[in-house]
């Protein structure tokens, strides 16, 4: 770039608008460092389909990365991709289509809750949100995928960590560090993601049975079992409906294990499971795999959310927990399903204010689990906090927030109140 | 023994040892003081042998409390600490320096709780990699990642290196294996991260800590997934008249959906070396040898397997061989775990290095290194975590000779900057240290290692925990020693190195 040229692209940031839409890394930069310099505070988007989660803040502009991509390489034999951070999940999908390949985590489509519709979001936001799906126990969290990113820092320098490698210990793990970081410590701009090979075949074991007690048993002893399960979740009676297929005409509660696999080795191991769960053949039915996969993917959109207007709470537990933690929280007028063998729970209050939250959150942490408001109401989201954290956790958290970004211009208080 | 810049000693340091010393003893157990130079002598090195140093002082606590008042102590007086667990690590993360305080974790050696309702165990990070499989064995279970010092190696040290393994293709490296940790950082703060559950919420500081080689914090407990045990597995060993053949081979079994529980290649001279050695049965007329292997239930094996071997004669293999039996997989195997020794009886000595290439490089790679090798005019034997693109170049020469040690530094160098070039990564599994600290910058620009810095001196400002380690202290990128054997004898001649 000429001089000339280099003092045009600096004077082509019109400062004026509240939205910038850049389509270069060299704008963010430019917007970045401009920000810096003038303190003013940036919230960071891609297509809006989480934005809503998190706390409301003020910011004086906004950064829609939308624009911002594009796949940059694609090697299916390395098994990895490398994206723009603004590029629509579903675009990554249809090319590892195309390969017969898969992001095996499963990210959620919040399209559904949010809108009535799917919006899988961008890429730069499923690594920012860290929210997996049903394969969570077996293969790991968004985090667990992610091979490497370049990002624009706060003070707008450009900073990469990881590669394109699987194997790889040089220097500190950045990439998990960014992962579930709600665009607070970096904008992210480039990411390298883990791809892998769809499996031949995905069957689920649906095992017609309403009580909550005996599907995280089935649950546990599935994922404790040499079948090798890649989901497990349980939808109780009012669910049951959501989910009537070809092969499943009952519409009450469900406990669902998937087994993935060469042909072969599928039918035999639900067989196996199905032997070893102790089961009649009343009491279940078994999907193949288009219906397996229609299964697995109104899971993982929470389709049983759609368009829903009350207030819906995620709760990760041990699993060891789950059970009493639910029957705790049955004394609130609740809805919920459970994912990750047992470990998830999706659930929907019809009433929630403070006192109400503050005791859930209570029980919560007393079974050594977490909470994230994913949706409340706006007058209640105003005042509670979204993330639970600990006084010692949350120094920590600002010494790491103020090495990425010092002058606190991105999403500033989106995850914590001076964060 | 070569020599390496460390951080400048602190002379006014080094006068307070006594004064040090006997301030140790009134926080901790007096007898877990060492200061006597023939206490200090076992913890000058660790798996990196060519470097040696004494630390000023030894502390070996025994609660986290301890770990908590020492390192605070240290804090508020700026004395240095080196974290240690089992000092099996092949980079030098637990190298002393002259004016530090060695903390040894060794006294953490107790598995706390098994766990099997969550499938984890809580255990002291200085109890050994292969304890915690042997703790859950009875009952079907397992912990995946095996690191091949597994034997010896601390699960705190595995967390500080994130370790992997030949294993690691299939189940992942240390981070994905690992629940929840407690840690202690320089100023004494005791903190939890994760637990129990799959995922805690917040900044990811569990991934931080994991491979952070002891720079941000020391580990005081760990708890870790555990699998259950595969069914059946089954192992092929697969000769090949070209590593091209053999590259590509490797590629299309990833591409065709089947993953391995492991995927190893040697080249011919580590075959014939190796077969020499421990009479393996290896085909040492083919130019590069595969054992691939696939655990699961039987179908799954059987199925993969009979994959494998379709795609491996579409790719000229020149020999097949499927593990019939239990004893004979091991067997397959047991070629390669001696490896290192076997190329101990080749050469005085041997330098194992350990970068990380796209598997579709691998020819490329291993013919620069053969170009290198006649350049440098050193022989040269390659092993291959082929599935994850791990590369072990093992090269020999004589430590005695001053100009050999030279040029086999420069020859490690050189390799490890290729494997970069190729888009790989400078270290796949053994960590930075000090024994490739000075390449970052191959790696990494000046804006990138000073985001890496920030972070450190964010959780320890007067940079006390582990000095010297990781990140270059010269300014440019010297070559400097790998893991060095002298005589076939590694620190810990009986560990396996794979």
């Known amino acids: 770039m000429s001089m000339e040229e280099k003092q045009n692209s600096q004077t082509s940031l019109d400062f004026n608008q509240n939205i910038f839409k850049p389509t270069s890394r060299e704008e963010i930069v430019e917007i970045v460092k401009t920000c810096y310099r003038k303190n003013i505070p940036l919230e960071i988007n891609g297509l809006k389909s989480k934005s809503k989660i998190g706390r409301n803040f003020q910011s004086e502009k906004t950064l829609d990365l939308s624009d911002f991509k594009g796949i940059i390489d694609y090697k299916p034999e390395e098994l990895y991709i490398k994206v723009k951070a603004g590029t629509p999940l579903k675009e990554i999908i249809e090319e590892l289509d195309k390969n017969n390949q898969q992001l095996a985590f499963e990210p959620n489509d919040f399209g559904y809750l949010f809108s009535g519709e799917s919006n899988s979001g961008s890429i730069g936001g499923v690594v920012s949100c860290n929210f997996a799906g049903s394969r969570r126990f077996k293969v790991g969290s968004v985090r667990d995928h992610i091979l490497g990113f370049q990002g624009i820092n706060g003070k707008g320098e450009t900073i990469k960590s990881g590669g394109t490698v699987v194997k790889n210990v040089t220097g500190y793990d950045l990439s998990k560090l960014i992962s579930g970081s709600f665009g607070t410590l970096t904008i992210l701009t480039e990411l390298s993601i883990k791809v892998l090979p769809k499996p031949e075949t995905s069957k689920t074991l649906i095992i017609k049975n309403p009580h909550l007690k005996k599907a995280l048993d089935f649950l546990g002893k599935a994922l404790s079992s040499s079948t090798d399960p890649s989901g497990g979740v349980f939808y109780p009676d009012y669910f049951g409906k959501d989910f009537v297929l070809n092969d499943l005409t009952h519409d009450g509660g469900l406990t669902a294990v998937r087994i993935e696999g060469p042909t072969n080795s599928v039918d035999q191991r639900v067989n196996r499971l199905s032997k070893e769960l102790g089961l009649l053949d009343q009491e279940l039915s078994i999907l193949d795999n288009e219906q397996s996969n229609i299964f697995w993917s109104r899971t993982k959109n929470l389709e049983v959310f759609k368009k829903l207007e009350s207030n819906l709470l995620r709760i990760v537990l041990p699993i060891s927990e789950t059970l009493q933690v639910i029957q705790k929280l049955k004394s609130y007028d609740i809805k919920y399903f459970v994912d990750w063998g047992g470990s998830l729970i999706w659930a929907v209050f019809e009433t929630l204010n403070a006192k109400i939250l503050s005791d859930i959150k209570d029980i919560v942490k007393k079974h050594q689990g977490y909470i994230t408001l994913i949706k409340i109401e706006d007058d209640l989201k105003a005042s509670a906090d979204i993330f639970t954290i600990d006084p010692i956790k949350y120094k920590i958290s600002e010494k790491i927030k103020r090495s990425f970004d010092p002058k606190r211009i991105f999403n500033p208080g989106k995850m914590y109140t001076g964060i | 023994m070569s020599t390496l810049q460390m951080p400048k000693v602190d002379n006014a340091i080094m006068s307070k040892k006594d004064k040090i010393a006997l301030d140790l003893r009134g926080i901790i157990n007096s007898k877990n003081v060492l200061s ?346 390659n092993a291959f975590h082929a599935g994850d693109g791990n590369l072990h170049p093992l090269i020999m020469f004589d430590a005695n000779d001053k100009e050999s040690l030279r040029k086999c530094e420069e020859f490690g160098a050189d390799i490890l900057k290729y494997c970069v070039k190729v888009g790989g990564a400078l270290t796949g599994e053994h960590g930075v240290g000090i024994e490739k600290r000075e390449l970052m910058c191959e790696a990494f620009n000046d804006k990138d290692i000073q985001q890496q810095l920030t972070i450190k001196v964010a959780l320890d400002p007067n940079s006390l925990l582990n000095p010297g380690k990781v990140y270059p202290i010269l300014r440019k990128c010297a070559e400097e020693g790998r893991v060095h054997v002298h005589g076939g004898k590694t620190k810990f001649p009986d560990i396996p190195r794979f």
């Not at chain 2, 240690?84 to 690590?89: N, P, S």
């Not at chain 2, 085909?283 to 397997?305: K, R």
């Open chain 2, 36 to 381: 006597n130079p023939d206490e200090l002598r076992p913890f000058e090195t660790d798996g990196l042998t060519a470097y040696r140093q004494m630390p000023l002082l030894v502390v070996m606590p025994e609660t986290v409390e301890e770990v908590s008042q020492i390192l605070k102590y240290c804090n508020e007086n700026k004395v240095k600490v080196v974290p240690r667990g089992a000092g099996t690590g092949l980079s030098g993360g637990s190298m002393p320096l002259e004016d530090c305080v060695l903390m040894a974790m060794g006294k953490f050696n107790k598995i706390i709780e098994i766990d099997y309702e969550n499938r984890c165990v809580v255990t002291q990070p200085c109890v050994t990699n292969l304890a915690i499989t042997h703790a859950v064995q009875d009952k079907g279970f397992y912990y995946a990642p095996d690191p091949s010092s597994q034997i010896a190696c601390s699960i705190g040290g595995n967390v500080a290196e994130n370790s992997g393994g030949v294993h690691s293709l299939k189940y992942g490296a240390t981070t994905n294996n690992l629940l929840g940790i407690e840690v202690v950082l320089m100023d004494g703060t005791i903190t939890k991260f994760g637990g129990k559950a799959m995922d805690a919420e917040g900044y990811d500081f569990l991934g931080l800590m994991t491979g952070s080689e002891g720079l941000l914090g020391v580990i005081t407990e760990v708890t870790v997934k555990i699998l259950k045990s595969p069914e059946v597995v089954k192992a092929a060993l697969v000769g090949f008249p070209s590593i091209e053949d053999a590259g590509n081979c490797v590629a299309e079994i990833i591409a065709e959906g089947c993953i391995p529980a492991g995927m190893e290649i040697m080249d011919k001279a580590l075959t014939k070396a190796t077969n020499d050695y421990s009479k393996a049965g290896y085909p040492t007329d083919a130019e590069a040898m595969m054992i691939v292997e696939f655990d699961g239930t039987e179908h799954e094996v059987e199925a993969y397997i009979q994959k494998t071997k379709k795609i491996a004669e579409k790719n000229n293999s020149s020999s097949l061989k499927i593990s019939k039996s239990n004893e004979e997989r091991l067997k397959f195997w047991a070629g390669r775990k001696a490896a290192f020794p076997a190329c101990g009886v080749l050469a005085p000595d041997y330098m194992c290095m350990d970068g990380s290439i796209p598997r579709g490089k691998l020819a490329e790679v291993l013919n620069e290194i053969s170009r290198l090798s006649k350049k440098y005019n050193l022989p040269v034997a």
